[in-house]
T-cell receptor, first 110, second 113 residues
Framework: DGGITQSPKYLFRKEGQNVTLSCEQNLNHDAMYWYRQDPGQGLRLIYYSQIVNDFQKGDIAEGYSVSREKKESFPLTVTSAQKNPTAFYLC?????????FGPGTRLTVL | LAKTTQPISMDSYEGQEVNITCSHNNIATNDYITWYQQFPSQGPRFIIQGYKTKVTNEVASLFIPADRKSSTLSLPRVSLSDTAVYYCLVGDMYRNAGNMLTFGGGTRLMVKP
């Protein structure tokens, strides 16, 4: 089964803690992305990576960090510097014509 | 990046045809037009993509006029399960860069019985 997996589905974090969201794909895509979605809003790009060991900031990168050590994996760390991290986080990978999305992780800060 | 404008929401009834129009006045020569569908608490999924004229697949049609400054997604005979948010995106797919695809607020389609 080819696709994108994200884990966990739900995540709770205390204020001041860093937390890492997992994203794995077995589609052999070079490009991967992280988006944030707030209730009733569209998607906003956090980071993207077009190739292993390289990544670029998107529109709202402050308070987030990523790594791309393997083609299949693009984890996102939400740091304590992110002031309002409660949101729905979506990971995607793409061909030249289409982005494929994972099921998402809902992060709640307690 | 080409900015897109689409209606915030639309209502329809089962069995009707729904047309959602997206404006993209500053579309570039290499830009394609892509539509995605998103259900609550799920990731968006690809519906259809086109460059000019008309494209049709098993779920929708995409109409693009000659000037390409707008496009219309047409959903034939909608059902309750078509209730979702629909996003219009414009970008240069061949660059394959993340910031080429900007998701706006989308159009919330509500299909009623």
């Amino acid at each position: 089964d080819g696709g994108i997996t994200q884990s966990p589905k739900y995540l709770f974090r205390k204020e001041g803690q860093n937390v890492t969201l997992s994203c794995e794909q077995n589609l052999n895509h070079d490009a991967m992305y992280w988006y944030r979605q707030d209730p009733g809003q569209g998607l906003r790009l956090i980071y993207y990576s077009q190739i292993v060991n390289d990544f670029q900031k998107g529109d709202i990168a402050e308070g987030y960090s990523v790594s791309r050590e393997k083609k299949e994996s693009f984890p996102l760390t939400v740091t304590s510097a992110q002031k309002n991290p409660t949101a729905f986080y979506l990971c995607a990978s793409s061909t030249r014509h289409e982005q494929f999305f994972g099921p998402g992780t809902r992060l709640t800060v307690l | 990046l080409a900015k897109t404008t689409q209606p915030i929401s639309m209502d329809s009834y089962e069995g009707q045809e729904v047309n959602i129009t997206c404006s993209h006045n500053n579309i570039a020569t290499n830009d394609y037009i892509t539509w995605y569908q998103q259900f609550p608490s799920q990731g968006p999924r690809f519906i259809i993509q086109g460059y000019k004229t008309k494209v049709t697949n098993e779920v929708a049609s995409l109409f693009i006029p000659a000037d390409r400054k707008s496009s219309t997604l047409s959903l034939p005979r909608v059902s309750l399960s078509d209730t979702a948010v629909y996003y219009c995106l414009v970008g240069d797919m061949y660059r394959n860069a993340g910031n080429m695809l900007t998701f706006g607020g989308g159009t919330r389609l509500m299909v009623k019985p």
